[in-house]
């Protein structure tokens, strides 16, 4: 079955860096969108980036646009998101996705994606 594992979240101060990785298994990952969404206490679970199979395309949210960096490493199997300039509103919870069908050129919607991840939480202080 289809597993996606997060890692790397943790506490940062505002304006700093992390790196989130997300490893998958159980599916041909280099043929699959992958993305990452987030979940904020009290609120909806948001998209935050996108990658193409090749990873030669990729969607930001506009809300994280020029801080954050999604890459993949198809060799590996995972998926990254580097996260620079962090401020407390992205205090989340993050989440590793995939959707059912290979080849999906994503519009960034939550019931687009099939397979989740548990989550990390990014804590960001002020």
């Known amino acids: 079955q289809v597993q996606l594992i997060e890692s790397g979240g943790g506490l940062v101060q505002a304006g700093g860096s992390l790196r989130l990785s997300c490893a998958a298994s159980g599916l041909t990952f280099s043929r699959y969108t992958m993305a990452w969404f987030r979940q904020a206490p009290g609120k909806e679970r948001a998209f935050v980036a996108a990658?193409?199979?090749?990873?030669?395309?990729?969607y930001n949210a506009d809300s994280v646009k020029g801080r954050f960096t999604i890459s993949r490493d198809n060799r590996k199997n995972t998926v990254y998101l580097e996260m620079n300039s962090l401020k407390p509103e992205d205090t989340a919870v993050y989440y590793c996705?995939?959707?059912?069908?290979?080849?999906?050129?994503?519009?960034?919607?939550?019931?687009?994606?099939?397979?989740w991840g548990q989550g990390t939480q990014v804590t960001v202080s002020s």
């Open positions: 990658i193409s199979w090749s990873g030669g395309g990729t």
């Open positions: 996705a995939a959707p059912s069908i290979q080849y999906h050129v994503t519009r960034g919607v939550r019931a687009e994606y099939a397979y």
